[in-house]
């Protein structure tokens, strides 16, 4: 059973295309990607540009004669390429499995799982190299991340048919899981291609979700907490804080609301329905409060 036929209901027709994060995700990565083209061209005292950037932006391995690991590294490495078909796949993966992933989890949630799925994927590739080659290399892409991407798309929609070389449907669990046991098989293969990061960021994917799934961890809310708790105006141990007194526009009435109770027409507009799908695009399916789920549920009944 997937995580979406328990716990989330996906409204038809109401996502974006392109959500707001992946769209952001691939400009970084398609601007990275022509910088160090244009570097690569370029040469500091001998020392071709790109070379440079490798050095102090690529994951560095920890042990070696050129090594420079420093921790910034696990995050920009993930925006760095080799070459056009590395790029082209793996920001065709992050669009391909990521826009339903975002449309769920939200634009924030989304991109801290993706930056999180990167990091495991960077601290599994740094700590497993040694123990299985003797040859290091700086590590760069996004494919960790990505497969932590795909992950959660295996895990929310595991019976989705997916075209296997546009040309065979394959459900997405059989696929992503034929996909992380071919990594498993090549990890102590010699080549170019860092199949520890894969694993690690399908396995940091995995449990992200998996703690997501118990806690419905809200960043939303978790943000504007912090925000209200270090605003100044609400903190009454700085200076010059002033306690404002309630007015009659701070008390709302409670309103009951039942919600075995069919929303009224006017409530399931189309002006509705997209605040309710543009709150979805934001803070996620879980967001929302009962009513607006039952709105989306009668409208989708509609169509």
């Known amino acids: 059973m997937g995580l979406d036929s328990r716990d989330y209901y996906r409204p038809s027709g109401g996502f974006s295309f392109f959500p707001p994060m992946i769209k952001n995700l691939l400009i970084i990565n398609i601007a990275v990607f022509f910088i160090q083209k244009i570097f690569a061209s370029i040469a500091f005292d001998g020392v071709r ?27 920009t490495y993930q925006f760095m390429h080799g070459d056009f ?55 760069i892409g996004a494919s960790g991340a990505v497969y932590g991407v795909m992950i959660a798309f295996a895990m929310f ?15 997405a669990k059989y696929l992503i899981a034929f996909f992380i046991v071919l990594e ?6 010699v080549s170019f291609v860092a199949h520890l990061a894969h694993i690690g960021g399908a396995l940091t994917g995995f449990i992200f979700l998996l703690i997501d799934r118990k806690n419905q961890f809200n960043l939303d809310r978790l943000f504007n907490n912090f925000k209200r708790q270090n605003s100044f105006r609400n903190n009454p141990f700085k ?9 009659s526009s701070d008390v709302e009435e409670a309103q009951y609301y039942d919600i075995n109770e069919k929303p009224k027409e006017e409530e399931a507009t189309q002006e509705v329905i997209d605040k309710i799908l543009d709150k979805i695009s934001k803070s996620g399916y879980q967001g929302l409060s009962d009513r607006e789920k039952r709105i989306l549920f009668e409208a989708s009944k509609k169509k």
């Open 49 to 75: 540009g790109d070379l440079i950037l490798n050095h102090y932006f690529a994951l560095n391995p920890l042990v070696g004669i050129d090594s420079n690991f420093q921790l910034w590294q696990f995050f």
């Open 85 to 139: 078909m590395h790029i082209f796949f793996n920001m065709l993966m992050l669009w391909m499995f990521g826009m339903e992933i975002e449309n769920l989890m939200g634009s924030k949630k989304f991109l801290v799982f993706y930056l999180i799925s990167g990091l495991g994927a960077g601290i599994l590739q740094l700590i497993g190299t040694p123990l299985l080659s003797d040859s290091f290399g700086y590590t």
């Open 157 to 171: 929609f595991p019976d989705r048919y997916i075209m296997f070389y546009f040309l065979i449907p394959v459900k």
């Open 184 to 189: 498993f098989i090549s990890v102590s293969e």
């Open 239 to 247: 200076t010059g804080y002033k306690k404002r007194p309630v007015s």
